[in-house]
């Protein structure tokens, strides 16, 4: 049995638990393979699960807090049967020495850890640059650290990027010669009101406000801003706030420009060659702003919550000339579709089900 281990909540959004949605689909749709199971610390993320026909198990647990479940797990995990991903930033090098006991350890991870697990998955567009971090010691190091102090097999890089189902799917994205829509988000939640303050300097420009653009902003199911968002731009006829989008992908093939925060989203985006403007929020998103913006000519404008202002000086140098460029925007649809495939979640699932039979063969 495959179980997965992510939250979903308005202090981390909702990112984990999609990017293991999309593994948990490849698994299921492989010949005789039996859904994966989830677990969560609480039911924030429950609703998504079960809308996407997975079970999920709540451990009534703080998410903060990843030891205080481990005599949980230890119930529930079978070593010779049962293989576990785990996909958080609150883990720990004693989280995971422990949760080796228990299954098999395959783990989504950003930020460069070589953390003791059977299989370290790391898609993002930089993880290639962090394999050094990964590699096992060897020589005199070896002889002081335990070789299970190390990831097991690696894989790294966008070919692993595991994207929703309907961002798997070849796209006919093409560049129009005018900018008529455009659309702006934030992600699973938005801490700063980073929309708020982007919209309200977009509206009040004049070069931008005489281009009669409709502009599309998605508020997310954790956006603690959501009601005050609607009631701001309610009588504006060119602003859109989408809530519960479910065909995210439609909205953006729409979209002639979207601006996004870093995460999945950018990957979704990229995909469909839609044209591309970046910013984060946090330390663990600012590696894929700035990857983005070596390997190809998207802007990224920094920080939100370092300097919300010169991040929107820069957003809206970035949006105006998007918007007066079709070269420019051609190139960028160019450069974003040579990026991704749409077959990362297909590559994670073989590589768990090898680790599974890779246990059996061992019995």
Same mark, same amino acid.
């Given at each position: 049995?495959?179980?997965?281990?992510?939250?979903?909540?308005?202090?981390?959004?909702?990112?984990?638990?999609?990017?293991?949605?999309?593994?948990?689909?490849?698994?299921?749709?492989?010949?005789? /393979?039996?859904?994966?199971?989830?677990?969560?610390?609480?039911?924030?993320?429950?609703?998504? !699960?079960?809308?996407?026909?997975?079970?999920?198990?709540?451990?009534?647990?703080?998410?903060? &807090?990843?030891?205080?479940?481990?005599? /949980?797990?230890?119930?529930?995990?079978?070593?010779?049967?049962?293989?576990?991903?785990?996909?958080?930033?609150?883990?720990?090098?004693?989280?995971?020495?422990?949760?080796?006991?228990?299954?098999?350890?395959?783990?989504?991870?950003?930020?460069?850890?070589?953390?003791?697990?059977?299989?370290?998955?790391?898609?993002?567009?930089?993880?290639?640059?962090?394999?050094?971090?990964?590699?096992? +010691? %060897?020589?005199? &190091?070896?002889?002081?650290?335990?070789?299970?102090?190390?990831?097991?097999?690696?894989?790294?890089?966008?070919?692993?990027?595991?994207?929703?189902?309907?961002?798997?799917?070849?796209?006919?994205?093409?560049?129009?010669?005018?900018?008529?829509?455009?659309?702006?988000?934030?992600?699973?939640?938005?801490?700063?009101?980073?929309?708020?303050?982007?919209?309200?300097?977009?509206?009040?420009?004049?070069?931008?406000? &005489?281009?009669?653009?409709?502009?599309?902003?998605? %508020?997310?199911?954790?956006? @603690?801003?959501?009601? +005050?968002?609607?009631?701001?731009? +309610?009588?504006?006829?060119?602003?859109?706030?989408?809530?519960?989008?479910?065909?995210?992908?439609?909205?953006?093939?729409?979209?002639? !420009?979207?601006?996004?925060?870093?995460?999945?989203? !950018?990957?979704?985006?990229?995909?469909?060659?839609?044209?591309?403007?970046?910013?984060?929020?946090?330390?663990? /998103?600012? +590696?894929?702003?700035?990857?983005?913006?070596?390997?190809?000519?998207?802007?990224? *404008?920094?920080?939100?919550?370092?300097?919300?202002?010169?991040?929107? *000086?820069?957003?809206?140098?970035?949006?105006?000339?998007?918007?007066?460029?079709?070269?420019?925007?051609?190139?960028?649809?160019?450069?974003?579709?040579?990026?991704?495939?749409?077959?990362?979640?297909?590559? !994670?699932?073989?590589?768990?089900?090898?680790?599974?039979?890779?246990?059996?063969? @061992?019995?």
């Amino acid at each position: 049995m495959l179980y997965i281990r992510a939250d979903g909540n308005t202090e981390i959004g909702m990112g984990h638990v999609m990017r293991c949605l999309s593994i948990a689909e490849a698994v299921a749709e492989m010949d005789g /393979q039996p859904k994966p199971v989830f677990l969560t610390a609480d039911e924030g993320c429950c609703h998504l !699960i079960s809308d996407r026909g997975f079970q999920s198990i709540v451990l009534n647990t703080d998410y903060r &807090d990843m030891m205080s479940e481990l005599p /949980q797990l230890a119930k529930l995990l079978d070593k010779e049967n049962d293989i576990i991903l785990v996909d958080s930033y609150q883990v720990s090098e004693e989280y995971y020495m422990a949760l080796g006991q228990l299954a098999k350890v395959a783990c989504l991870e950003d930020m460069g850890e070589p953390y003791p697990v059977d299989l370290l998955i790391n898609y993002n567009i930089y993880g290639t640059q962090l394999e050094a971090n990964y590699q096992k +010691q %060897s020589g005199d &190091d070896r002889e002081s650290t335990c070789h299970d102090r190390h990831p097991g097999q690696v894989l790294l890089g966008v070919e692993y990027m595991p994207l929703r189902k309907a961002f798997q799917l070849p796209s006919k994205y093409v560049v129009k010669d005018k900018v008529t829509d455009v659309t702006i988000t934030t992600g699973g939640s938005d801490p700063c009101f980073a929309a708020g303050a982007l919209m309200d300097t977009f509206l009040s420009d004049s070069d931008l406000s &005489d281009q009669k653009i409709h502009w599309h902003v998605i %508020s997310g199911p954790f956006n @603690s801003f959501a009601q +005050q968002l609607k009631s701001r731009y +309610q009588t504006c006829d060119n602003v859109t706030v989408h809530e519960n989008v479910k065909d995210m992908r439609s909205l953006l093939l729409k979209s002639d !420009i979207v601006l996004s925060a870093t995460g999945s989203t !950018i990957y979704e985006v990229s995909s469909l060659g839609v044209p591309m403007i970046v910013f984060y929020f946090a330390e663990n /998103q600012r +590696q894929g702003a700035e990857a983005l913006e070596q390997m190809t000519d998207i802007v990224n *404008a920094g920080c939100f919550a370092l300097d919300a202002g010169a991040v929107t *000086a820069k957003a809206v140098a970035a949006m105006k000339k998007c918007v007066s460029q079709k070269d420019y925007r051609s190139l960028l649809h160019e450069q974003e579709r040579q990026l991704i495939d749409g077959k990362g979640a297909l590559r !994670i699932a073989r590589h768990l089900l090898a680790l599974a039979l890779a246990e059996k063969q @061992s019995d």
